[in-house]
């Protein structure tokens, strides 16, 4: 496998098979794709997440809050986020059933990601 070669820039973009050779990093972006993924794909990319952002990082998601799908129901609220997590934002986008979530990396554990996400709003689906 071909090692990664990273200068020195601001934003990277790395292929899938190239994540093992990430080195830590002070801010992540997912917009709208976690809905798409496996939960294992989903606890993936959160532990790459949780393992690499550095302390005070900055982590942006926006997500819908409920999807259905063929194995089940897939809700924002059940991201597998760990109690190192601060809420700077938590809002409704602008778009139907979109919520963002704007956090940062902490280094003592606290209570803010998992009462956020507990208490997000319900979603009616229309039927």
Excluded: H
Aim: charged letters at 25%; proline letters at 5%; glycine letters at 2%.
């Amino acid at each position: 496998m071909e090692e990664l070669k990273l200068v020195d820039r601001s934003i990277f973009f790395v292929p899938i098979d190239k994540v093992a050779q990430i080195p830590n990093f002070n801010a992540a972006v997912n917009t709208r794709s976690f809905m798409e993924m496996s939960s294992v794909a989903l606890e993936g990319y959160f532990s790459l997440i949780q393992d690499k952002m550095e302390i005070d990082g900055l982590f942006f998601n926006i997500n819908r809050l409920n999807k259905k799908s063929d194995s089940g129901e897939i809700r924002l609220k059940d991201y597998p986020y760990d109690s190192r997590w601060e809420i700077i934002e938590s809002t409704r986008s602008f778009q139907f059933n979109v919520w963002e979530l704007f956090a940062r990396r902490t280094k003592t554990p606290n209570n803010s990601m998992r009462y956020k996400l507990e208490n997000l709003p319900p979603f009616v689906y229309n039927t």
